[in-house]
């Protein structure tokens, strides 16, 4: 444990917070010292958000209380903790994407002219704060144009033009590329080096060795205590955050078979949302048994690729062949009947009806074929006595009743109903999309083992993921996406994670090529 | 389906949360009360004659139960559709269709054959509702033009051409702008001797039960309701959803078509202009208090036209103006509106 001599700016002593009966925070205490960056580390759940929230003034804690600056507060919403000089920047960005960066950052403050907004003096003090700790944006330019990366320090100069000395990140680097990442961290230590005092919370060891100065574990609510960065190394935390050494699958050697073709995309374009192409001539194949990794920024037509296989969006040109059938444009029910499962990104807007219950949201694909229904009505008996296999199967817990809406159901348990139904199909195709996003450990690593068991029947997986750890750990080939296209494939054995990450930035000719595989010997 | 066991405090509530709805309808009489005595009557005997006119006789009783007829179906139309997240706000306008097919059908030789003339009158009526209804679904699925604009015009459409039909080529002889009337044998049973019941209130109570099936049973039903629940999981799930909005809009209109027959074949016995006083576009607060499931839009049906009849009974009994019967009803829709509001917000204020 850590000592320090000064008084810290922060202190937050016994917190204890209670959802129902869960407990997210049990007597944790956490300071933070000025001019230090603070790392918070644990799993999905472990309650990091949680304490935070209490610090931001967005949760009331049972017990405990806050001291900023040796005061002690009572916060009833942000509003005061901004007033306190702490901004918090989330996860996911809240920001006006058709309005500019200025009007982004000086919405909600009181104007200092009645009537018309003085946005030119606002603009050059972002100017002048972008200089200061090395945040470029254009405070003209569209929020909605820039990159995530450039959003973010929108984010960023949006707390520090309330004057504030406290500042919260909240998974500041899930969507950036590892450039992007590296940019954010040099920002960080400017602004810590100029007197700003950072809470960084993340779940990633390699984070909290990079930036920080100290780093508090959380798990299961719980502070496992502070340690100094420099004194202590990625494995022991591991250990502390997970409470058990981590497998790695990486070493997990899978006899890699070489099957047939199952899946072959030939020279796909697509549009997006905004009737852009968005795909852009994509081409790849996809063998059985074989784990296909697409990596990649988000926003690089991830989504726009699932979506034309499964036939939820028109390709506008090529084709899609799916064991030896021509799929391109078909229906998704048709493109189902021919062996596709889909595991969506968001199970929570997509895979899910969330007040459907566990019954129904298990024949979502199959309620109108034998033996769930006969020629007009639902048979709830037999589609419940599935229910009851898959739950048995995929080992679902929590289940509040199966004809109970699955809405209160964890992120885990509804993913394994998504699992549930879609790896039943017995699919010659699985696209899984994101498929352990917001999972905890435990959880991810059953998705991953049920992904690597499908390969192993013979399916061919296409495994589409923000997360490129995972991508690594699971994948036999990884093929990166950028810009709606494929900017080169490799065998996992060649990998080699600073290439990669050239090539979800679009950087293509400082690779050496030799390493790159272009497309897939037969 | 089959009901779990709940946990009693879960019951407790839903039947608080019930409560609620009575209670700020209540509160409308009360303000409606001091309205009305500051009109110069006496709201205790206003409110005596007005439950008199809404149940206080077999006459009231009947007259209560035909409106009910009205909203029930009409309620039941437009639940469906809001099930499936379509906002039809046509129903007036599928009603006069449904109006037209069934007087079309009453007037044909069809019309003379006994037993058999009442039943095509009520198919033509949802044949007419639902190939009106269809307008919207079409431009709806093939060019996603939003259902909410398309029926509420359609509404001025629909009354405007009866009405056309009514001062021209189905003008019955004379100076009133009526058609002729159905045949005899098309027309409705009367339930009650001396009444306007009719069996089209079985109709209703048969189509109350028959939605209930189909939402909570059918295939169709899983369709419309995992359309209605999330679109997005529909879609990817496999479901056509472009069939479901044909088939629930063309049910909706269809019902509301229905109901326009039966106000032909049961009421009027022949078209009228204004034979409907608003009954559609009253249905879409049925369906909205009524939670869009048949039970509910059963009660609130049962109460709105309780609250029709009375209120109508009052101002021709007291001669208070037909405005003030009116404030009435706007106030206990507001007052229940509100607290169904308060219901709504009610947990997130807790949560702090």
């Not at chain 1, 100065?213 to 420099?230: A, D, P």
């Not at chain 1, 199909?425 to 435990?442: E, F, M, Q, S, Y």
Request: charged fraction near 20%.
């Amino acid at each position: 444990m850590e000592q320090s001599n000064t008084s810290p700016i922060v202190l937050l002593n016994g917190i204890t917070c209670k959802f129902g009966d869960l407990v997210a925070n049990d007597n944790v205490k956490f300071d933070l010292i000025k001019g230090e960056i603070h790392a918070l580390l644990g799993e999905n759940g472990a309650g990091k958000s949680t304490l935070m929230s209490v610090l931001y003034g967005l949760y009331k804690p049972v017990t405990g209380e806050i001291l900023v600056k040796g005061n002690r507060v009572n916060l009833k919403s942000p509003l005061d903790a901004i007033e306190l000089g702490i901004a918090m920047v989330h996860q996911h960005f809240l920001l006006t994407l058709s309005h500019t960066v200025v009007e982004n950052i000086i919405v909600g403050l009181k104007p200092k002219r009645p009537v018309f907004l003085d946005i030119s003096s606002a603009e050059d003090k972002i100017i002048e704060l972008s200089k200061k700790y090395g945040l470029k944006v254009d405070p003209r330019a569209i929020v909605g144009n820039l990159s995530v990366g450039e959003q973010q320090r929108v984010e960023i100069l949006k707390a520090l033009y309330r004057d504030i000395d406290i500042l919260i990140l909240d998974e500041p680097t899930s969507m950036l590329t590892p450039q992007e990442e590296k940019s954010l961290f040099e920002t960080l230590q400017s602004m810590v080096a100029q007197g700003l005092s950072i809470i960084f919370i993340t779940h990633k060891l390699q984070e909290v060795m990079a930036v920080s100065t100290r780093v508090t574990v959380l798990r299961n609510g719980k502070s496992l205590g502070t340690f100094r960065t420099s004194d202590t190394n990625e494995s022991s935390l591991a250990q502390l955050m997970i409470g058990r050494t981590i497998t790695r699958h990486a070493e997990h050697s899978r006899a890699k078979k070489s099957g047939k073709l199952v899946m072959e995309i030939k020279n796909i374009s697509a549009l997006n949302n905004s009737k852009i192409v968005f795909l852009k001539d994509l081409s790849m194949e996809l063998a059985g048994g074989e784990i296909l990794g697409i990596a990649g920024v988000d926003g690089n037509g991830q989504s726009e690729l699932a979506e034309v296989i499964s036939g939820l969006r028109k390709a506008i040109n090529g084709q899609v062949i799916m064991d030896g059938r021509d799929i391109t444009n078909q229906s998704p029910h048709s493109i189902r009947e021919n062996g596709l499962a889909y595991i969506p990104e968001d199970r929570m807007d997509t895979g899910l009806i969330l007040e459907y219950s566990l019954a129904e949201n298990l024949v979502l694909d199959r309620y109108s074929s034998e033996p769930y229904s006969g020629r007009l009505f639902l048979k709830y008996s037999d589609i419940n006595k599935f229910a009851e296999k898959i739950i048995m199967d995929f080992d679902i817990r929590g289940v509040p009743g199966i004809n109970s809406p699955v809405r209160s159901m964890s992120g885990g348990n509804l993913q394994k109903i998504v699992l549930g139904r879609e790896l039943s199909r017995n699919p010659k195709v699985l696209i899984a999309h994101n498929p352990t996003r917001g999972l905890d450990i435990g959880a991810t690593e059953y998705v991953h083992k049920q992904l690597l068991k499908q390969a192993d029947n013979g399916v061919g997986v296409l495994l589409i993921s923000l997360d490129l750890d995972e991508i690594l750990e699971i994948s036999d080939r990884i093929a990166v996406l950028y810009e709606g296209k494929i900017m080169g494939t490799f065998d996992r054995e060649y990998a080699n994670i600073d290439e990669i990450g050239l090539l979800m930035g679009g950087k293509k000719d400082t690779v050496d090529s030799t390493k790159v595989i272009e497309g897939y010997d037969k | 389906m089959t009901s779990l066991p709940t946990h009693s405090i879960l019951i407790n509530k839903i039947n608080l949360r019930s409560m609620v709805p009575f209670l700020t309808g209540g509160l409308a009489f009360v303000v409606g009360g001091i309205i009305l005595s500051s009109a110069g009557v006496d709201p205790i005997h206003a409110y005596q004659i007005m439950i008199k006119g809404a149940f206080g006789s077999v006459r009231a009783l009947a007259d209560t139960l035909v409106k009910t007829t009205s909203l029930l179906i009409l309620g039941l139309a437009v639940a469906v559709a809001f099930k499936c997240k379509i906002w039809n706000i046509g129903a007036e306008g599928q009603l006069y269709f449904g109006a037209l097919g069934g007087l079309l059908a009453g007037l044909s030789f069809i019309g003379a054959v006994p037993i058999l003339a009442p039943i095509v009158v009520i198919i033509a009526g949802f044949a007419f509702g639902s190939l009106f209804s269809m307008i919207p679904a079409a431009l709806k699925v093939k060019l996603g033009v939003n259902e909410v604009i398309v029926t509420v015009l359609l509404n001025f459409v629909a009354l405007l051409f009866i009405s056309y039909l009514l001062h021209g080529p189905l003008k019955a002889p004379g100076f009133l702008s009526y058609s002729p009337n159905i045949f005899p044998q098309s027309e409705l049973p009367i339930l009650l001797s001396n009444t306007r019941l009719s069996a089209g209130i079985l109709i209703a109570a048969g189509s109350a039960i028959g939605v209930f099936l189909l939402m909570s049973k059918t295939k169709i039903g899983f369709e419309i309701r995992s359309v209605g629940a999330n679109i997005k999981a529909a879609r990817y799930s496999g479901m056509n959803v472009a069939k479901s909005i044909l088939i629930t809009m063309g049910i909706s209109g269809g019902l509301a078509g229905m109901a326009g027959a039966i106000l032909v074949s049961g009421v009027q016995h022949r078209l009228i202009e204004g034979i409907s006083p608003g009954y559609g576009f009253i249905a879409v607060i049925v369906a909205l208090l009524g939670k869009q499931n048949p039970v509910g839009v059963t009660i609130v049906a049962f109460f709105f036209s309780a609250l029709l009849a009375g209120s109508e009974v009052m101002y021709r009994t007291l001669g208070v103006p037909v405005a003030l019967a009116q404030t009435l009803q706007a106030l206990v829709l507001v007052f229940v509106l509100i607290g169904e509001l308060f219901l709504r917000w009610h947990p997130k204020w807790s949560k702090g």
